[in-house]
């Protein structure tokens, strides 16, 4: 973490994640006397210390999604498949790796067997496995040195040491992404070295990145919230980096969705047709048609080549005329077709599609 004194000699440490201040607003804004369970997403920006290198800058952002208020196993599915559609609708494709963590109870005995497993392959481990040992065995199972990467395929596995409550929703998670048809491996390796983590853990991965291949990691902290001064509420999320996110929609050459298109350009000559124009725009904007119209007194020509500019889907010009009859020309841009529509809300939505 990005820690310092400040002016005051005061210790200051910048945020490393987004979980854990949703948890305090969540408390600080009773939250949890709303209509549970709450969703929420956020985008924040995030530090870290160590030094920057490609792809891993010092200030970067992360966008989040919580579930909070349901300790059910649908909500651990709900929220990867969010996550999934997120990443599929920027054209990444990915892979689903989940592992159970358990609670507090399970977790003791498999640090035991941790400890015991380890025990005479830790003089061949690197350093700081040797202060997780002592510390939070889990953490030995992360470990990116190939010296140590060498014993923990062979580790126990925490899967093996679910009581019988985070085994069983262990199994409905899995049962629940089936029946959503989301592909998945279980991998025994993904720990968070938190307590506050429980039961369900997950990463989504791509190859895209080389070996750094984590998109999105999330998981259930059930913990949390009465950890840092809440009532107990179970909560499950997920984080991405979106600089990350970003280098690998480059890295892969998947398309960037882009802007949605305006639907309707009012192209108007005459205060009274503008008039109009302006009331009807507002309507339809209502109904969730992205519509625009002359902001700057421009001719008639201008204000036809500006929509075309802007790529607009469909043009209407109104002028004195239009006003009197009650009719209107409705312009396709792209094939040049034309339909009439009354100069009403509903007519015209009709021409649209
Ligand atoms: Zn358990
Ligand atoms: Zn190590």
Redesign the pocket.
Known sequence: MYTFLDKGDRSITLKPEGTAGVARSFIENGLSNTALPLKMYYITPVFRYERPQAGRLREHHQFGVEFYGSNKPSADAEVMLVANQLLNSLGLQVKLNINSMGCPKCRAEYNKALKEYFKDKLEN??P??QV?YEKNPLR?LD???E??KQYTQNAPKITDYLCQECSEHFESVKNYLQLAGLDYTVNPLIVRGLDYYTKTVFEFVTVALGTQGTVCGGGRYDGLVEQIGGNSTPCVGFGMGIERVLMLIEATGAQIPSEKQVDLYFATYGEPAYQKAFALAMQLRKQGLKVELDHLGRSIKAQFKYADKIKAKYVITIGDNELETNSVVVKEMQTGNQTTAELTKDSIINALN
């Open positions: 481990m690197c700081t496995c997780r030995l470990c990116k040195e010296k140590c």
